[in-house]
């Protein structure tokens, strides 16, 4: 069988689609000798996938033609199955394939202040015709599909829910020689509090500094706050509540660090902090509980469901809640232990070659 994997968020820096593109790709190498792969992109980016190279193919093209060409070049490749891994679907017109696309949410249609016009109107109008001709939908958690078939009214049958999976050095100890090595590269000289996202209205990090802000003096002088993730253009107005609050020494912007050294980050934090207001699926608070990081999330969208248990789970807008759970976490460490433990246990059920197996049932039903 010939399956052609769709992954042009792979051109860009890497994230969240990312991480779900590249490990599912570099799970099915290993796991189905029998299907050949392509792996379908539009430009070069050697350090997104390596180990992924032989299986390339370039296709450049813009995003209308993606909608409107793509399909046209796929019928002409012999493809048995094409899948889209990302939250796209090309218009597809009596293909000669099976086609799966990922919808992992909705959030521009639940949460439309979080996006431009253009992308509210693409999921409003365009991606609920486009999925009518897809096979399958898959997504990541039983919100977004309940979303799924709120906003778009797609049959529950076709729709599949496949949760992702973290890489198995998660759950390792890690020397702690290379962990001062990474502190000295990093110049951590605090103890501190962690949380990986993109820096945007949507990951709500607001409320990280409003808590933090009314923390005792004690924990204030003690700790410090790193932010893992790209700044986007909304990272300006949480700068300025920064400089508010007079909190500049107290919060870093690292940016986009390398995939290899987040693990040192939760394995080295003294609690993460997740106060998203919508998730799809929620990926770094599993990599933390893999790693043996206490957790402190949101109760919004899929958290409760992807979390099952094992964090603290608060009302992503109640400051007062969210100072009260970090100085908890910080100064008890029965309650940080409880998380510490509850998290390991509850993380090992979320593993990359699990997921990649109930793709291929997918692709091969």
């Known amino acids: 069988m010939k399956t052609g994997l769709i992954f042009y968020q792979g051109d860009w820096v890497a994230g969240g689609l990312w991480r779900y593109g590249y490990s599912l790709a570099t799970e099915f190498l290993k796991l189905d000798a029998n299907n050949e792969y392509k792996l379908i992109h539009g430009h070069k980016k050697p350090e997104n996938f390596l180990g992924l190279e032989h299986i ?11 909608i409107l060409k793509l399909p046209q070049i796929l019928n002409k490749n012999n493809f048995d199955v094409v899948h889209v891994t990302e939250n796209a679907c090309p218009l597809f017109i009596r293909p000669k394939y099976k086609v799966l696309v990922n919808m ?7 949460l439309p202040q979080a996006v431009n016009k253009k992308t509210f109107l693409y999921y409003k109008f365009y991606l ?12 990541s958690s039983q919100h977004s599909k309940n979303d799924l078939i709120k906003f778009y009214g797609i049959d529950d049958k076709k729709i599949k829910i496949i949760y992702h999976g973290i890489p198995s ?11 001062e090595y990474f502190k000295n590269k990093y110049k951590i000289t605090h103890p501190f509090l962690l949380s990986v996202s993109g820096i945007n209205f949507r990951k709500n990090l607001k409320i990280v500094f409003e808590a933090f802000n009314i923390l005792p003096k004690s924990i204030k002088q003690e ?3 790193l932010l893992v993730g790209k700044a986007e253009s909304e990272a300006d107005p949480a700068r300025q509540l920064i400089k508010k609050m007079n909190l500049e020494d107290s919060v870093r912007f690292l940016g986009y660090v390398p995939e290899d050294d987040l693990l040192y980050f ?3 934090a003294s609690v993460f902090l997740f106060p ?5 699926f929620g990926l770094p608070v599993i990599e933390a509980m893999a790693a043996g990081c206490p957790v402190i999330s949101s109760d919004a969208t899929c958290l409760p469901e992807i979390t099952g248990g094992a964090a603290l789970l608060l009302d992503p807008n109640k400051i007062i809640d969210w100072s009260e759970a970090m100085s908890n976490v910080l100064t008890n460490s029965k309650i940080k232990d409880n998380l510490i433990n509850k998290g390991k246990n509850h993380a090992q059920q979320f593993t990359w070659e699990k997921s990649a197996k109930e793709h291929l049932k997918c692709y091969y039903d």
């Open 56 to 66: 390339e193919e370039l296709i450049p093209l813009n995003s209308w033609q993606k």
């Open 104 to 110: 992992h949410d909705l959030m521009p249609l639940a």
């Open 128 to 139: 609920p015709q486009a999925l009518k001709r897809v096979d399958c939908i898959i997504t």
């Open 169 to 179: 050095h998660f759950f390792g100890d890690i020397d702690s020689g290379k962990l």
């Open 223 to 225: 700790y410090k706050i």
């Open 266 to 268: 939760y394995k080295l």
């Open 276 to 280: 998203s207001l919508y998730e799809g």
